[in-house]
């Protein structure tokens, strides 16, 4: 982040010409599990980690945001009083127009600023480099507008409300959420009906390996909000105001109301809350073998039940899930459709399968895949 901080200085001086005020950091995450979960009021268990987004930024005063991109070298600007959302699917000045906008809406008393941004997030790899644009945009603004201490909550809701309204995708609120409020050294088990969240300590002798798998996911590509709806349908079906309602048993005895798709779609995300819950336990207790088991149900859900992974990430986590046997456990992390695949193990354990994958796991273009080492890092906070 040293480094980081360097350029989002220097790019800062360079697009604006003085120095910054204030510098906000907001992190990328991994989800160790609960997928699909959150849009359907269930739990979710992410982490924060040790790469994110920079915000250097300054004030002004005639209700203008000038935005500098370093990573991409654009720039854009708007009226506070008409963030329009801009013309382009996935453009990154979404993200910084939907949090301001949703801010401003909340009541913060912002009057404009300029804005220069670093990340080091892998793009494309399901480890929420939006989410942590946002919440580094949402953290700088507010303490622009003199609330440092915003509340966190607040930010993560304006951060899916741009999302929603300005990026078109029907997220939940699991990567917002554990990028604003995660704690070094501790994952996040997250209940998303009432947005409470409990640190769940991951022992100083465990790191998590996350694989790129290379294969590139786009959310708004319209899969993600057609399991949002499907959800939402068996919800319907069965007469509840969200999936996290309902247990087995419920759902076998609505099989008959609902279509085959949307059952198995309701099947994967009452299974896999019950399996975020388990696994927070078992990461509590250390229990590396329950946890693998818990892993491995996951993925197999989401590749049979609910239907987000491709077969090249199967034959990855499978690889990865034997190669740990006992001793920890694989998934598929993310949105699906791509992304990354994650472990969790001893440390010791951990650099042997980084080995063992990067001798044996080429991606789609032919190259070593991204690895990372991880351990829980800190949420927002300005630097
Ligand atoms: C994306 C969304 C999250 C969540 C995950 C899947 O990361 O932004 O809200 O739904 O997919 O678990």
């Known amino acids: ?41 269930g739990f979710v268990m992410p982490m924060a980690i040790g790469v994110g987004t920079l915000v250097a930024a300054r004030r002004r005063t005639d209700g203008v945001l000038r935005v500098a991109a370093l990573d991409l070298s654009e720039t854009t600007e708007f009226p506070l009083s008409s963030p329009v959302p801009h013309a382009l699917d996935g453009d990154w000045s979404n993200y910084v127009r939907g949090v301001a906008a949703a801010l401003v809406e909340s009541g913060l008393a912002l009057a404009g600023a300029d804005l220069a941004i670093a990340g080091n997030v892998p793009q494309g790899a399901g480890l929420s480099s939006s989410a942590s644009l946002e919440m580094a945009t949402g953290l700088a603004l507010a303490a622009l507008a003199g609330v440092p201490d915003h509340d966190r909550t607040a930010l993560a809701l304006a951060g899916q409300s741009a999302e929603h309204h300005y990026a078109g995708c029907q997220c939940g609120i699991m990567d917002q959420l554990v990028s604003a409020r995660a704690e070094a050294g501790n994952a996040v088990l997250i209940d998303c009906r009432d947005l409470s969240a409990r640190s769940v300590a991951m022992g100083a002798e465990l790191a998590v390996l996350i694989v790129h798998s290379g294969i590139r996911r786009g959310l708004v590509d319209g899969e993600y909000n057609l399991r949002r709806q499907q959800c939402e349908a068996a919800a319907r079906a069965m007469q509840i105001p969200a999936l996290r309602d309902a247990d087995p048993a419920a759902l076998v005895a609505a099989r008959a109301a609902m279509d085959p798709v949307a059952y198995r779609r309701a099947r994967h995300v009452i299974t896999e809350n019950a399996r975020t819950l388990a696994a927070a336990d078992a990461l509590t207790a250390g229990d590396l073998a329950s946890l693998g088991r818990l892993m491995s149900a996951s993925h197999a859900s989401m590749r049979d039940d609910f239907e987000i992974t491709t077969p090249e990430i199967d034959r990855l986590a499978a690889a990865m899930a034997q190669f740990l046997g006992n001793r920890g456990g694989a998934r598929m992390t993310g949105g699906g459709f791509g992304g990354a695949v994650i472990a969790i193990a001893r440390r010791s354990d951990i650099e042997a399968l980084r080995d063992e994958v990067a001798s044996t796991y080429r991606t789609p273009a032919g190259a070593v895949p991204q690895l990372m080492i991880e351990v829980p890092a800190d949420g927002a906070r300005l630097i």
């Open 1 to 41: 982040m040293i480094a980081l901080k360097d350029k989002v200085e220097a790019g800062f001086h360079a697009a604006f010409g003085d120095a910054s005020e204030l510098i906000a950091a907001a992190p990328g995450r991994v989800n160790l599990i609960g997928e699909h979960t959150d849009y359907n009021d």
